[in-house]
């Protein structure tokens, strides 16, 4: 009986631990994982969980496997575009067409629209050195979000 019980206890703990936490329903509002398949040409990708891979703080993390190709923030908060965002990323590139205002710091891309403001990182495909998305298709990516907010 001891035994039974604790293989029960195991896949109990093992199917918890298997399963993956919900994507937010505004991953898929704002920019659908087939899109992201789409515009990087990588597949299959999935919204992994808030730090469920390396770097993955994002809102929607999008992952093929255990590797980030894009994350996207979401956040409420466009009282704080001032003062939290274009301050802490001075030397940033405005850019043009994207929402109410928007500007790119290194790999990401940050724009403004309404009350929400969403930060778009790109990640650097190891195997050839190149990002997921290359600036075109960054923007391509923003100017679809801003365009559903």
């Known amino acids: 009986m001891t035994a039974l019980r604790c293989a029960a206890t195991a896949a109990a703990l093992f199917a918890t631990a298997s ?10 509002k704002l920019l659908p994982v087939a899109a992201v398949e789409r515009a990087t040409g990588v597949g299959p990708l999935r919204v992994a969980g808030l730090n469920e891979v390396k770097y993955g703080g994002g809102t929607c993390n999008y992952a ?37 205002d928007a500007f790119s ?19 650097v495909n190891l195997a050839s050195g190149k990002p997921y998305l290359d600036d075109a298709k960054l923007l391509a990516v ?6 559903k907010l």
Do not use: H, N
């Open 105 to 123: 710091a290194g790999e990401a891309l940050y724009l403004k629209k309404g009350s929400t403001v969403v930060g778009i990182g790109r990640f």
């Open 64 to 100: 093929q496997g255990d590797k980030m190709v894009l994350l996207v923030t979401v956040d409420e908060g466009a009282g704080k575009w001032e003062k939290l965002y274009k301050a802490t990323f001075k030397g940033s590139k405005p850019v043009a067409g994207v929402g109410e």
């Open 142 to 147: 923003a100017r679809d979000i801003a365009a």
């Open 19 to 28: 399963v993956r936490a919900a994507a937010p329903p505004i991953c898929e």
